[in-house]
């Protein structure tokens, strides 16, 4: 008997460690950097758009450059023909026989000079798949700082959680303590309004501590969604590496405010793109313009065709399409008179052009203020932080003195509850401000292209 009970017990551990093995192999603790790469890598990830726009527009490249190469067609052919005998002087066909005619037709075209046409358009492509690839670097950026502020928000909520349920532990202490001391009619007990405060006090810190709670689940299912945890897979939900909010150190040098704006002008993803967008557009206007302008190519054609049953005339003057070896190599001079329709074309690339303009020049303008907010307000968060944590340091101490000044009735409720006040307010502030300074880090990689690590 002892003997079955060691035994259950032992499968019973090893059930348990294995049951912890296979959770830390599917639900790893991951760090905010790790977040990020899996938010970027995993087969549903945002990017995958941004990754297919920038296939297409190689393709686009492709198609572009496949123009100034030589182009044509080869067809091969079967079909039935009457019986004809005789010569291109006398001949005759004879429809109660039929046989089969069969040939090969090659045709190949090479253009030779464009006026610019098909070089233009070209670099018009090629620009368009630097924008497109620009712009996925800023969608990067984009959700690198939206992970960043998953990740921290659910570390507020965490550290918010512990204080509630710090606070609720301590309330609970003291309402039990005050009660006790009321019943023994002890010399400075707290009265009954008193006791109803710290009733009402623990109420609402057990509300703040579910709240804090259902904070922390939405904000896990986000990062389910942005880091590709999937249910179907057998993934876990998400798990936060055991780091509690700490503020990350503030790296900004000491740069003169139009240093940073040319910075970002320079370094930012979407000003990139929209440069290349209008070098795209530059360069199409000029590839439509050009398309007014004649075409000169080089061509090549072949042609033979036979037909067994039918007799060849065999004279260069006689021409008998059923039997025939044929061919030719020319230059030709191919020109579109639809004036109208390519003078249109040349418009709209040439509106879309000052689109583009217009549109850079407002990103950049955009861009500026942008900048100038951002920094501002890294620098009120790098300075507000000190403050803070030294706020909330000694209003932690003088809620623990309260604390303890109560339960030897030192003090009334009103005292007690006045430096819990303090207390919730200092330290949800405090964090508060560390998240704030956090993201706003990432938002600041996201305002200036600048490269942030994790």
């Not at 579910?210 to 945890?229: D, H, I, N």
Request: hydrophobic share 40%.
């Amino acid at each position: 008997m002892i003997f079955c009970r060691f035994a259950f017990s032992f499968f019973w551990i090893l059930f348990l460690f294995e049951s912890k093995a296979q959770d830390t192999k599917l639900s790893p603790r991951l760090s905010l950097k790790e977040f990020i790469e899996r938010a970027k890598t995993h087969e549903k990830s945002e990017l995958k758009v941004s990754e297919a726009q920038i296939e297409f527009s190689r393709a686009r490249e492709s198609l572009a450059s496949s123009l100034a190469l030589p182009s044509g067609k080869w067809d091969l052919f079967a079909g039935p023909s009457p019986q004809a005998r005789g010569n291109a002087i006398l001949g005759e066909t004879d429809f109660a026989k039929w046989g089969v005619t069969s040939g090969t037709q090659l045709e190949i075209q090479i253009p030779l000079y464009t006026f610019g046409a098909l070089s233009t358009g070209r670099d018009a492509a090629r620009s368009g798949t630097e924008a497109e690839e620009f712009l996925k670097a800023r969608d990067e950026l984009n959700l690198q700082y939206q992970v960043a502020q998953i990740y921290y928000g659910y570390q507020l909520a965490f550290e918010l959680g512990g204080l509630a349920e710090d606070l609720v532990l301590k309330l609970e202490e003291a309402l039990e303590t005050g009660q006790r001391a009321r019943k023994r009619n002890q010399k400075g007990a707290p009265s009954f309004l008193d006791l109803e405060k710290l009733q009402i006090y623990l109420a609402e810190a057990k509300a703040r501590e579910l709240e804090a709670k259902k904070t922390g689940e939405q904000l896990r299912s986000a990062m389910a969604w942005k880091a590709g945890f999937s249910e179907g897979a057998g993934e876990r939900s998400p798990k936060w590496d055991r780091g509690n909010l700490k503020a990350r150190p503030v790296f900004i040098n000491e740069k003169p405010l139009e240093e940073w704006k040319n910075i970002a002008a320079q370094s930012r993803p979407e000003a990139q793109a929209l440069k290349k967008n209008l070098e795209a557009r530059k360069s199409l206007e000029l590839s439509e313009s050009a398309q007014r302008l004649p075409v000169l190519f080089f061509a090549g054609q072949a042609r033979y065709t036979v037909s067994p049953h039918r007799d060849d005339p065999l004279s260069p003057f006689a021409y008998d399409p059923l039997n025939e070896l044929s061919g030719v190599l020319a230059l030709g001079l191919r020109w579109n008179l639809n004036f109208f329709e390519k003078n249109a074309r040349a418009e709209m690339a040439r509106a879309e052009r000052i689109k583009a303009e217009a549109l850079m020049n407002n990103l950049l303008l955009g861009l500026q203020v942008e900048v100038e907010r951002t920094l501002a307000d890294l620098e009120f968060y790098k300075a507000e932080g000190v403050l803070r944590e030294e706020a909330s340091k000694r209003a932690r101490k003088l809620f623990t003195d309260s604390f303890v000044a109560f339960t030897l009735g030192s003090i009334p409720a009103k005292d007690l509850l006045e430096a819990l006040g303090t207390h919730a307010m200092a330290q949800k502030a405090n964090w508060e401000s560390i998240y704030q300074s956090n993201t706003l880090q990432f938002k600041w990689a996201q305002v200036t292209g600048l490269p942030l690590e994790p």
